[in-house]
Nanobody
Framework: VQLQASGGGLVQTGGSLRLSCTASGIVSESDFDIKAGGWYRQAPGKEREMVAVFFGDHNAMYADSVKGRFIISRHDVENAVYLQMNSLKLEDTAVYYC??????????????WGPGTQVTVSS
């Protein structure tokens, strides 16, 4: 199973982007039961940080810096996770990584990571 992230790009401050993260290579849906996941980002010279995560069916947490501006969502049928980013700021510039924690039919949990997608916010 591999994750592909898309939706990054160049946007002006105040603009919006929607990041998508889709899993491929799933042989059996019963072997990819999404339990949790999220989006993380890493800006140049900084450590990777959590942006937004979800767990369970209806729980989500956001970094204080993005609360009220970003929305994380999931689509289990599509095996996808999304991040709607609104009112983007210069400090949102970073490489964004998606993460999905999925269980197989034996309830073994695997951590999957996407390759990262660049988001650049300009003034």
């Amino acid at each position: 199973v591999q994750l592909q992230a898309s939706g990054g790009g160049l946007v002006q401050t105040g603009g919006s982007l929607r990041l998508s993260c889709t899993a491929s290579g799933i042989v059996s849906e019963s072997d990819f039961d999404i339990k949790a996941g999220g989006w993380y980002r890493q800006a140049p010279g900084k450590e990777r940080e959590m942006v937004a995560v979800f767990f369970g069916d209806h729980n989500a947490m956001y970094a204080d810096s993005v609360k009220g501006r970003f929305i994380i969502s999931r689509h289990d049928v599509e095996n996808a996770v999304y991040l709607q980013m609104n009112s983007l700021k210069l400090e949102d510039t970073a490489v964004y990584y998606c993460n999905i924690k999925a269980a197989n039919s034996a309830l073994y949990l695997t951590d999957y990571w996407g390759p990262g997608t660049q988001v650049t916010v300009s003034s």
